[in-house]
């Protein structure tokens, strides 16, 4: 399976990102600026986080006019399987690929630490390898982490299944309803304020992440699957 990891002016976790999945998954992954106009010869799409254009305006506003953008639309209305975290997820949410929005978090302070999460769907392509209900460890970094939206799209999150992760045993931004990852409702588009690729290695302290990405390839070939 072959990634295009995007780089945008002030990413700063596309490197963790292309480590998860060259070093850890031995997968293919390359590189892809921003100014890039074609993204069809890749399988899958990560949006790393960061601060990207210094998340002027607001986080994630101006990355969502880059040229790149319109090919992330593409792939995600083709199936592809698009992974936006941090940063990553609120050039999602901003390119209107999911719903809702982002704030600031709730004391208005940037935080960076180990979180508990519970996994709350098992049954999508991004979460295949963990078990319903599992509560893992993932790393958080960021400062407007508190998703939210109107009464409407949370009650079709809802009945959809579209809620992948919540904060579990407290949530440290004030997201709605601890929300911490959502998907589109076709499935293939995940965005997630924690960090799985910074979660891929015991030794540095948790490789609860790894499952998630091992959860992608498995998916993928299981539908590239050659009959003869």
Not at 74 to 95: D, H, M, R, T
Not at 142 to 165: A, S, W
Not at 196 to 208: I, T, Y
Request: a negative charge.
């Amino acid at each position: 399976m072959k990634f295009a990891v995007i780089v945008f002016p002030g990413s700063n976790c596309d490197s963790d990102m292309y480590h998860a999945i060259r070093d850890e998954l031995g997968e293919e992954a390359e590189f892809i600026w921003h100014t890039e106009k074609s993204l069809a010869s890749y399988d899958g799409i990560l949006l790393p986080g960061g601060f990207s254009y210094g998340d002027y305006l607001r986080s994630g506003a101006i990355a969502r006019f880059s040229n790149v953008m319109s090919e992330v639309i593409k792939a995600a209305e083709a199936g592809k399987p698009v992974l936006g975290v941090c940063n990553g997820f609120q050039i999602l949410l901003e390119a209107g690929l999911l719903p809702g929005a982002m704030r600031r978090n709730k004391d208005l302070k940037f935080i960076c630490r180990q979180q508990k999460l519970k996994v709350q769907n098992s049954r999508t392509l991004f979460t295949n390898a963990y078990e319903e209900g599992e509560v893992i460890s993932v790393p958080i970094a960021h400062g407007e982490g508190n998703y939210y939206c109107d009464e409407q799209t949370l009650e079709e999150l809802k009945q959809n299944n579209q809620i992948i992760f919540t904060y579990h045993g407290d949530n440290p931004n004030g997201s709605l309803e601890d929300i911490a990852g959502i998907t589109n409702k076709n499935g293939n588009v995940l965005g997630m304020m924690p960090h799985p690729e910074r979660a891929v290695d015991s030794l540095l302290g948790s490789a609860d992440g790894l499952k998630l990405f091992q959860s992608i390839v498995k998916s993928w070939r299981e539908s590239h699957v050659v009959t003869a």
